[in-house]
């Protein structure tokens, strides 16, 4: 018993370090100065899918998993009562949203055949709902409205962590799935969603280990994400790559983080 800890024990550091090893390497050859201001701030919350082609308002920080909340395993009444607890100022659903097709499938199993309007219309009416229970203003975001194409995920990367950097032309375009108020099981399976969007007929194809899809952790992550996701990593034969984005002190305290 105590053999096969240690084994695993140190198979877990191993990995714990490759994955410290990884962490290191910084993202594209930018620091944070000369990045510059390039992180979401502002009081407000907004919450939003983690689509590549949303953009939080300026002023507002973002709140991003998949469908705004629509996947997550919790319960309706805890996840108000979190929301409301954290002052969200707006929820808001999106056009063709890959995360409401398919909570709308695991919602409805034996409906065939579901137009793009049921599913719209399924992930307004659920942001709407949500943000009537919260006391929080609701928006549609339309297509013209996202900066990517409605039927192309154009990211090369997936934003994990509390914060997001704004649009900035040294950084890749991605997905964004914030820590601060999800559950790590719900994190996890957002960033797996995410990669299959990015990697699948939708996206840009298949990554490589030439070409790897990053996974850009902003700043720290807690201990038990940061586990999960070397795990993940390291079952991905290297088509899903790590890199860090420091986030400066100042930035991260206007930032509230
Ligand atoms: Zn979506």
Same mark, same amino acid.
């Given at each position: 018993?105590?053999?096969?800890? @240690?084994?695993?024990?140190?198979?877990?550091?191993? @990995?714990?370090?490759?994955?410290? @090893?990884?962490?290191?390497?910084?993202? &594209?050859?930018?620091? =944070?100065? @000369?990045?510059? =201001?390039?992180?979401?701030?502002? =009081?407000?919350?907004?919450?939003?899918?983690?689509?590549?082609?949303?953009?939080? /308002?300026?002023?507002? $920080?973002?709140?991003?998993?998949?469908?705004?909340?629509?996947?997550?395993?919790? %319960?309706?009444?805890? &996840?108000?009562? $979190?929301?409301? $607890?954290?002052?969200?100022?707006?929820?808001?659903?999106? *056009?063709?949203?890959?995360?409401?097709?398919?909570?709308?499938?695991?919602?409805?199993?034996?409906?065939?055949?579901?137009?793009?309007?049921?599913?719209?219309?399924? #992930?307004?009416?659920?942001?709407?709902? &949500?943000? #009537?229970?919260?006391?929080?203003?609701?928006?549609? +975001?339309? /297509?013209?409205?996202?900066?990517? /194409? =409605?039927?192309?995920? %154009?990211?090369? *990367?997936?934003?994990?962590?509390?914060?997001?950097?704004?649009?900035?032309?040294?950084? /890749? $375009?991605?997905?964004?799935?914030?820590?601060?108020?999800?559950?790590?099981?719900?994190?996890?399976?957002? +960033?797996?969603?995410?990669? %299959?969007? *990015?990697?699948?007929?939708?996206?840009?194809?298949?990554?490589?280990?030439?070409?790897?899809?990053? +996974?850009?952790?902003?700043?720290e992550l807690d201990r038990t994400t940061q586990e999960q996701l070397e795990k993940y990593i390291a079952a991905q034969e290297g088509r899903v790559e790590l890199s860090l984005l420091p986030v400066p002190e100042q930035e991260a305290e206007l930032?509230?983080?």
């Amino acid at each position: 018993m105590s053999f096969t800890h @240690e084994t695993e024990g140190s198979e877990m550091e191993r @990995e714990a370090s490759r994955f410290s @090893e990884q962490q290191k390497k910084p993202l &594209l050859a930018f620091t =944070p100065e @000369e990045l510059g =201001p390039v992180f979401e701030q502002g =009081p407000k919350i907004c919450v939003a899918c983690m689509d590549d082609g949303i953009d939080i /308002p300026e002023g507002m $920080k973002g709140d991003r998993n998949a469908g705004s909340y629509i996947m997550a395993g919790e %319960d309706r009444a805890t &996840l108000v009562s $979190k929301l409301r $607890k954290r002052g969200v100022s707006e929820i808001t659903a999106h *056009a063709n949203c890959g995360a409401a097709g398919i909570a709308y499938r695991r919602d409805h199993p034996n409906e065939h055949d579901v137009s793009q309007e049921t599913i719209d219309r399924y #992930a307004a009416t659920w942001s709407k709902e &949500l943000a #009537a229970d919260v006391g929080a203003e609701y928006r549609f +975001i339309s /297509p013209e409205k996202m900066s990517r /194409p =409605p039927e192309l995920h %154009d990211a090369s *990367a997936i934003y994990v962590g509390d914060i997001k950097p704004l649009k900035n032309r040294e950084l /890749p $375009k991605g997905f964004v799935v914030s820590t601060e108020s999800a559950a790590v099981a719900d994190i996890l399976n957002d +960033i797996r969603l995410a990669v %299959d969007i *990015a990697s699948g007929s939708h996206g840009l194809g298949e990554f490589t280990a030439d070409n790897p899809l990053k +996974i850009i952790a902003v700043g720290e992550l807690d201990r038990t994400t940061q586990e999960q996701l070397e795990k993940y990593i390291a079952a991905q034969e290297g088509r899903v790559e790590l890199s860090l984005l420091p986030v400066p002190e100042q930035e991260a305290e206007l930032a509230g983080v």
